[in-house]
């Protein structure tokens, strides 16, 4: 199951990706299809029955129980599957999010890397639960609520910088959701690893300025109207912050302890054969079912890994590029796979939970990211004005607890 360190223990940590299945409500459709019925049962916060068997599906008669079944019905499978938390069709946005990114927050005040990403069949609900609507906040929003928060709490004695950047993959093209225009490509660099060059980092001054950001650059995300889904995500979209702390009291040389947090939203699969998806949206479809494969090739390997000489197919994809760090390697990972309760959707649903049961075999090993910044000359200047800075809200702040002490004498 996954790790049980903690951010503040400090040093490098080993665990297991951590895997939390959503089962969303049955949407007007499958309600008004007679074919329709339920294939997964949840049984309690960790177990799950998929295409359970029903106690009328024995046959009688004359009140005795027969040995055969019919060969006319297909045989239930009648599946358990384990995960860290398993959530049924009433769950609410701050309860999955209590459950899975809210102790991601403190990984990366922590000064580690940390991704939440959702998996799942197109119209299972990924991207409601990571961006949510109007009237139901998702996780990326929550999250950004309780950082801000959370900075807000910290020592006063450290200065916290946040970046933000926003991208998706639509046709294997990387695009920059926050500064919409040409494409982007993908670099190696000896230091961070996969980098998108050319993507822009904004720093938000505050949580509303973030928000609207966010916004923008959801409006600009690929979607359109599909078979399975009227409002289906055509693109993967990558939301990644970027979070630096180090001590206000400023020296030549600076220890700086960075964070970076990746919430992913995956487009969906779907199978061509029962959509009518033709022209661009059929190539949109292979292209998401291509990256789509190639993330679960990523995922087989890394749970079968024995030995670090084992090739793991990471080139196989941008998306798999860019998540190389998140599956297999310095970073605190959770993934929520999406799941439809209906028998339609009945593949779909058996084929994400087996690749989630394979995600939780994935082993990560963390390390908190500490650098020494020596400052050049040019930013002596600044040292100076925040020493001065400094300097001056000590005086405040002793003048402040000078006049306290006075008045409780005088009384």
Known sequence: MST???????????????????IRPENQSEKNNVKHNSVVQPIDDNLL??????????????????????????????VKFMFDRVFDEHAQQHDIYQAT????????????????????ATGAGKTFTMLG????????????????????????????????????????????????????????????????????LYKPKNVDELMSMLHHGNGQRTQHATDANAESSRSHAVFQVYVRQRERTADLTARVQCGKMSLIDLAGSER?????????????????????????????????????????????SKLTRLLKDSLGGNCHTVMIAAVS???????????????????????????????????????YAQIVKELRLEVSQLKSKLNQYEQQEGDSQQH
């Open 49 to 78: 029955i998929f295409d359970p068997k029903h106690e009328q599906d024995t046959s009688y008669f004359h009140g005795k129980k027969l040995g055969n079944r019919d060969l006319l019905k297909k045989v239930n499978r009648d």
């Open 4 to 22: 049980t360190a903690t951010p503040s223990d400090g040093g490098q940590k080993t665990g297991a990706v951590r895997v939390v299945v959503r």
């Open 133 to 200: 609507n109007s009237s139901c906040r998702g996780l990326i929003f929550l999250t950004m609520l309780d950082l801000y928060d959370r900075i807000n709490t910290l020592n006063p004695d450290k200065i916290c910088e946040v970046s933000i950047s926003y991208l998706e993959i639509y046709n294997e093209t990387i695009r920059d959701l926050l500064s919409p225009g040409k494409t982007l490509p993908l670099r190696e660099d000896s230091q961070k690893g996969v980098i998108v060059h050319g993507l822009t």
């Open 272 to 316: 061509a054969t029962v959509t009518t998806n033709r022209g661009m949206r059929l190539r949109e479809g292979a292209n998401i079912n291509r990256s789509l494969l190639a993330l679960g090739n990523c995922i087989n390997a890394l749970a079968e890994a024995k030995s670090k000489t084992l090739h793991i197919p990471y080139r196989d």
């Open 101 to 120: 990114t809210k102790v991601s927050v403190d990984w990366v005040l922590g000064g580690y890397n940390c991704s939440v990403f959702a998996y799942g």
């Open 341 to 379: 309760p209906s028998s339609l959707s009945y593949e779909d649903t058996y084929n994400t939970l087996r690749y989630a049961t394979r995600a939780k075999n994935i082993r990560t090993a963390l390390s908190r990211n500490v650098v020494a910044v020596d400052m050049h000359l040019s930013q």
